[in-house]
């Protein structure tokens, strides 16, 4: 008996359910499924991102003048130096030798001018007296000039083999600290063709700078004295700030991307920024706090005939028209989209961007799109900002049909959200 009931119970309910599942299935029928978003108040900005590099402000590299072979140094990789300071000795042996010989060849020249001025002693009393030609004088009187060269020579072989054991002696051009040591003691170097690099010593890294390549598309929206906030993968969970200290001409060019240098000067007092540590910058070009906002996708989305509620078929057949006059005038419609695309060079570049009029839908009661225009701001390629229009806050819109991604909601460039890189 329990039996009987049991299935009789089962069946009531798999009758009910689908007698339910049609009924819902009649009302719905004929609607078409939407992603919706939510009209809400925050925030909208524009952010260029890009990576770039720590370094100190100055760095020199330290060489050697003249070829030798390391005979002591004096610092290490983070030793503090002063400007003068002693950093290295090159053996001066040779350089020693080079000094007395160039030395010893002077007191040669000068005997030999103190030679020639006795010779043309004697040979001018003999031409005063017609005892000798004047060809032998006039020999005479060249061989002292000869003797004289050969002085001023000499001597400037001495001054210059003094020069070379005085480059023997490294010492420091600038205060800093010694970032990088590329010999040791007993390594020979040379400088035949060019100087080679002992030391480089970084000025001050208490205050350094990030160089970093904006694109192309981006450039024109900074100018220099800009914030700009970055991080290091040494500190991940540590924002650092700067700001734009100068925005270069020169342009660099990487699979067929263009990019400009910008330098961003920043203040590391306790010394935990590193040269040569990856930067991750990001500089905000433009900002709007508290605003109504909608999805950026909701600008973008454009229903079918047949999602559009029957009632909105002929009025948006109308005003297609004069949207497209008006657009024409006043920079609404198809061609306004076109300059939206082009509206995040203008709110980079810290002026107000262009307002553009577009047309959003929201779901009406019997399930279909319903357009409303609005006057949208500034676009960070997440979010839009109203200005005005037909929509207010905590009001739905429609961003997508159900079931499937849009493509176009990452950030595009011209939507006011940094380009792909």
Do not use: C
Request: a positive charge; aromatic letters at 4%.
């Amino acid at each position: 008996m329990k039996r009987w009931l049991y299935l009789i119970i089962a069946v009531v309910v798999l009758g009910g359910g689908l007698i339910i599942w049609k009924m819902v299935g009649s009302k719905e029928k004929g609607q078409t499924p939407f992603r919706m978003g939510i009209a809400d108040r925050g925030t909208v900005k524009t952010v260029v991102t890009a990576t770039g590099t720590l370094s100190a402000v100055t760095t020199v590299d330290v060489g050697s003048q003249v070829s030798g072979t390391i005979k002591d140094l004096y610092v290490d990789f983070n030793s503090q130096v002063r400007k003068g300071q002693v950093v290295a000795r090159l053996d001066p042996t040779f350089l020693q030798a080079a000094v007395n010989e160039a030395e010893a060849n002077l007191q040669r020249a000068n005997a030999s001018l103190v030679q020639a001025e006795r010779d043309l002693a004697r040979v001018r009393d003999l031409f005063e007296k017609n005892l000798a030609a004047q060809s032998d004088y006039d020999n005479a009187l060249t061989g002292v000039d000869l003797a004289k060269a050969s002085v001023k020579q000499v001597q400037a072989q001495v001054d210059r083999a003094k020069v070379n054991l005085a480059y023997s002696v490294i010492t420091s051009p600038i205060d800093g600290v010694v970032i990088s040591r590329n010999v040791d003691v007993g390594q020979t170097v040379a400088a035949s063709l060019q100087a080679p690099t002992l030391f480089t010593i970084a000025q001050d890294l208490r205050q350094m700078q990030v160089e970093t390549g904006i694109d192309e598309a981006d450039i024109g929206g900074l100018k220099e004295g800009m914030e700009a906030t970055f991080t290091v993968d040494a500190f991940p969970e540590e924002s650092f700030s700067g700001s734009i200290k100068q925005i270069r001409y020169s342009s660099k060019t990487d699979l067929g991307v263009v990019t400009y240098p910008v330098i961003l000067t920043v203040t590391n007092p306790d010394l935990k920024l590193r040269p040569g540590m990856t930067a991750n910058v990001s500089i905000v070009t433009a900002e709007r706090e508290n605003v109504l906002r909608i999805p950026a996708t909701a600008l973008r989305f454009k229903p079918s005939s047949d999602a559009l509620a029957s009632n909105e078929k002929n009025d948006n057949a109308a005003k297609s028209g004069s949207g497209t006059a008006q657009a024409q005038g006043s920079g609404a419609g198809k061609g306004q989209f076109q300059r939206q695309s082009k509206s995040g060079d203008a709110q980079a570049g810290g002026t107000a961007p262009k307002q553009t009029t577009s047309t959003v839908y929201v779901k009406g009661p019997d399930g279909k799109a319903i357009p409303k225009r609005v006057v949208a701001g500034l676009n960070d390629g997440s979010h839009a900002e109203i200005i005005s229009g037909e929509l207010t806050e905590r009001d739905s819109v429609i961003v997508g049909l159900a079931g499937k991604t849009s493509t176009t909601s990452k950030s595009m460039p011209g939507m006011g959200g940094p380009p792909p890189r």
